[in-house]
């Protein structure tokens, strides 16, 4: 046995036995980052999947298009695109929860053509009160 590595392990072995037995070390970034709350990282009405879908979009920036084809492509593991039913289920999981709000009037383009409809994605009393505002707001115009 190579006896630094004996020592390393020896070290490692009484340092487990006197301190916590697990590291979790936290980033400190200074740009190019988005605030999680823990209570999302933590809601267990969602799948893990939903939660990381929800973090990624609060990661995009607030006039961000949510696109389906953007989101298989981008939600996909190693090149391989996440499946159209399995990005259904998210939005479902993450609309029940929440954290998700498909308005009801599908946009138009300038050509005449359907355009995408408008999603709100936020913590649950953020999404509720933009839902509301914008309920209030198509009412009286």
């Known amino acids: 046995m190579n006896t630094a590595m004996g020592d390393f392990e020896s070290s490692l072995v009484s340092q487990h036995?006197?301190?916590r037995p697990h590291v979790i070390i936290k980033p400190k970034a200074k740009r190019n980052f988005c605030l999680i709350p823990n209570e999302l990282i933590c809601?267990?009405?969602m799948s893990i999947e939903a939660r990381g879908m929800i973090v990624y979009l609060l990661a995009k920036p607030p006039a961000w298009e949510l696109r389906?084809?953007?989101?298989?492509?981008?939600l996909g593991?190693?090149?391989?695109?996440?499946?159209?039913?399995?990005?259904?289920r998210l939005r479902r999981e993450a609309t029940r929860a929440g954290y998700m709000a498909r308005l009801p009037v599908?946009?138009?383009?300038?050509n005449g053509a359907w355009g995408p409809f408008f999603y709100i994605v936020g913590m649950p009393r953020d999404v509720a009160a933009e839902v509301k505002r914008r309920q209030r707001e198509a009412e009286s115009s």
């Open 17 to 19: 036995k006197t301190r």
């Open 43 to 45: 809601d267990t009405q």
């Open 68 to 74: 389906t084809l953007a989101l298989v492509r981008d």
């Open 77 to 88: 593991c190693m090149g391989k695109r996440l499946g159209r039913r399995k990005l259904a």
């Open 106 to 110: 599908q946009t138009h383009r300038a």
